[in-house]
């Protein structure tokens, strides 16, 4: 998913970079799939078709990166008022927020790596 955010930060950060770092093309190379769906559809498919009307959860996006290594990162997006749910929106923040929650994982394999070199 293409996230300018996302873009923008990787490349303010390559920019100053004069020493090995985590890119955001390092970690989506590392992604092997991508699931996006709304809390209420998770927990209808789990309560068997079970809905709730008025649910808080049908704005509730999540985001699961499933990387190659078969580690799992979650991420979401829920708008403060339900008037402002946007479905592409919803996949795009969410998609943002698991990549924020791999960076750091991904900064620490690198520190790991580099530290075994010397």
């Given at each position: 998913?293409?996230?300018?955010?996302?873009?923008?930060?990787?490349?303010?950060?390559?920019?100053?970079?004069?020493?090995?770092r985590v890119s955001l093309a390092d970690m989506e190379r590392k992604i092997a799939r991508q699931h996006y769906f709304t809390a209420d559809q998770a927990v209808s498919a789990a309560e068997k078709s079970v809905t709730y009307p008025?649910?808080?959860?049908?704005?509730?996006?999540?985001?699961?990166?499933?990387?190659?290594?078969?580690?799992t990162v979650i991420g979401k997006s829920a708008p403060a008022s339900p008037e402002n749910f946007d479905p592409e929106k919803g996949r795009r923040f969410a998609y943002e927020d698991a990549i924020k929650q791999l960076w750091p994982l991904e900064g620490y394999a690198l520190r790991e790596r580099l530290a075994s070199e010397v």
């Open positions: 998913m293409h996230s300018d955010t996302l873009k923008a930060t990787d490349e303010y950060s390559a920019a100053k970079a004069t020493h090995p008025g649910d808080p959860l049908a704005i509730l996006t999540v985001c699961v990166l499933v990387m190659q290594n078969g580690f």
